[in-house]
Antibody
Framework: EVQLLESGGGLVQPGGSLRLSCTASGFTFSTYVMGWVRQAPGKGLEWVSA????????YYADSVKGRFTISRDNSKNTLNLQMNNLRAEDTALYYCATYVGYWGQGTLVTVSS | DIVMTQTPLSLSVTPGQPASISCKSS???????????LYWYLQKPGQPPQLLIHEVSNRFSGVPDRFSGSGSGTDFTLKISRVEAGDVGVYYC???????FGGGTKVEIK
């Protein structure tokens, strides 16, 4: 059974940092593009970042470029998102996801003073 | 960036009747490998999105054949042949050339 389990969300002040992690199981992790999708309360879905199976190619939405860094460790089946200089508009439920239908349940990030 | 535009924003459908959602991209989604990376998702309330259709017209595992996808280039359509109560939620198209979602179409039952 495929499982994606996110962790690391929480409450942080504007300008602060958080590191999200996603642990995958049930599929050959290293062969899948992985990414982070967020959903602000009551809003639609936004692709935040994605990374190729090897880790050699990355994508960032303009809204997070220069502040967020995606990485993966294929030996541990983990995906990470380092989020720096967080803003109120980064408040959202962050999902770990593949392009092809595997999603976690999400971890909530709240940026507020 | 590739902008994905969905219409309509919302849809109210009588059970048993068909429904159709349009998705238009600002540039062609045909990859150089010959594949068009266009997907359709349904997000039910309180749940993560679930994949319905991948690569324009291929139903994901377990998706009923009431759901079908079509299109090419920049114009795509999701059709539900006979809407059921369990089909309510927000439908999103998504492309993975420069990953992005459409704005969503909320489907409710009359």
């Amino acid at each position: 059974e495929v499982q994606l389990l996110e962790s690391g969300g929480g409450l942080v002040q504007p300008g602060g940092s958080l590191r999200l992690s996603c642990t995958a199981s049930g599929f050959t992790f290293s062969t899948y593009v992985m990414g982070w999708v967020r959903q602000a309360p009551g809003k639609g879905l936004e692709w935040v970042s994605a990374i190729s199976g090897s880790g050699g190619t990355t994508y960032y939405a303009d809204s997070v470029k220069g502040r967020f860094t995606i990485s993966r460790d294929n030996s541990k089946n983990t995906l990470n998102l380092q989020m720096n200089n967080l803003r109120a508009e980064d408040t959202a439920l962050y999902y770990c996801a593949t392009y092809v239908g595997y999603w976690g349940q999400g971890t909530l990030v709240t940026v507020s003073s | 960036d590739i902008v994905m535009t969905q219409t309509p924003l919302s849809l109210s459908v009588t059970p048993g009747q068909p429904a159709s959602i349009s998705c238009k991209s600002s540039q062609s989604l045909l990859h150089s490998d010959g594949t068009t990376y266009l997907y359709w998702y349904l997000q039910k309330p309180g749940q993560p999105p679930q994949l319905l259709i991948h690569e324009v017209s291929n139903r994901f595992s377990g998706v009923p054949d009431r759901f079908s996808g079509s299109g090419s280039g920049t114009d795509f359509t999701l059709k539900i042949s006979r809407v059921e109560a369990g089909d309510v939620g927000v439908y999103y198209c998504m492309q993975t050339l420069l990953p992005a979602f459409g704005g969503g179409t909320k489907v409710e039952i009359k």
